[in-house]
C-alpha cells in the first residue's frame, strides 16, 4: 500500500484564521484527493487535486475556502480559510495509483476551530 | 437518494460469530468496490476490494458483489472484539475515479 504522511495530526485554531495542511505521498500515488470526516459522520470529497493545475472541487466545496495545491507527483496542501467552528473537522489527504481505484488515507489532520 | 447506502448500526454480534454488513449503490456503472475499517479516532484502512460478481475472500473476511442488485457485503467470520470498528464501504462512480462513501456500520463484537 501507498505511504501517506500528514502534517499536523492536530491543532487548535481561532476564529477568522487560516490553516494549511501538508501531505507527502510515496511514489506510488496518482491521484490525490481531499476528504472531510465530521464529527460521527462518514467522508465526504471535498476535491481532486490536480498536479500543476487548479484542483477539481465537489459541490458545495470552493477555491476561496478551501485552496488546494500539488506542485509536483508526491505533494499537496489544503489549506482552511477563514475557519469557523462549523469547520472542525478531520481532514484526510487520500492517494491512488494504478487502476485498481485502491485508495489509502493518511493519517489525518484534526482540526478544532474555536 | 443516497449514492451509496449503509445501514448505521450499531450491529452487535457474539465472539465468533459471523458478522454481516451491507451496502447498496444507486450508480449502476460503478465498477470497484471496497471496504475499509476505522476505529474511532484512525483513519480507514483499506481491507478488500471487489470487482466482478461473486465472493472474494481473504482470510477471515469475504466480500460479496451482486452488480444486477447493485448490492455488495462482507462477511467476517469468527469475530473478535478486536473487529469492533465502523466499517465503511465505498464505490467508484462511474462518472469519475473517485470514491464515494456510505455513511458507515458500527460493529460491536462482545466477548
Known amino acids: 500500500s501507498a505511504v501517506i504522511s500528514q502534517k499536523p495530526s492536530r491543532d487548535i485554531c481561532q476564529r477568522g484564521t487560516s490553516l494549511t495542511i501538508q501531505c507527502q505521498v510515496d511514489s506510488q500515488v496518482t491521484m490525490m484527493f481531499w476528504y472531510r470526516q465530521q464529527p460521527g459522520q462518514s467522508l465526504t470529497l471535498i476535491a481532486t487535486?490536480?498536479?500543476?493545475?487548479?484542483?477539481?472541487?465537489e459541490s458545495g466545496f470552493v477555491i476561496d475556502k478551501f485552496p488546494i495545491s500539488r506542485p509536483n507527483l508526491t505533494f499537496s496542501t489544503l489549506t482552511v480559510s477563514n475557519m469557523s467552528p462549523e469547520d472542525s473537522s478531520i481532514y484526510l489527504c487520500s492517494g491512488s495509483g494504478g487502476n485498481s481505484g485502491e485508495l489509502f488515507f493518511g493519517e489525518g489532520s484534526r482540526l478544532t476551530v474555536l | 437518494q443516497k449514492e451509496v447506502e449503509q445501514n448505521s448500526g450499531p450491529l452487535s454480534v457474539p465472539e465468533g460469530a459471523i458478522a454481516s454488513l451491507n451496502c447498496t449503490y444507486s450508480d449502476r456503472g460503478s465498477q470497484s468496490f471496497f471496504w475499509y475499517r476505522q476505529y474511532s479516532g484512525k483513519s480507514p484502512e483499506l481491507i478488500m476490494s471487489?470487482?466482478?460478481?461473486g465472493d472474494k475472500e481473504d482470510g477471515r473476511f469475504t466480500a460479496q458483489l451482486n452488480k444486477a442488485s447493485q448490492y455488495v457485503s462482507l462477511l467476517i467470520r469468527d469475530s473478535q472484539p478486536s473487529d469492533s470498528a465502523t466499517y465503511l464501504c465505498?464505490?467508484?462512480?462511474?462518472?469519475?475515479?473517485?470514491?464515494?462513501f456510505g455513511a458507515g456500520t458500527i460493529l460491536r463484537v462482545k466477548s
Open positions: 465505498a464505490v467508484t462512480m462511474e462518472y469519475g475515479n473517485k470514491l464515494v
Open positions: 487535486a490536480n498536479q500543476g493545475s487548479e484542483a477539481t472541487y
Open positions: 471487489i470487482y466482478s460478481n
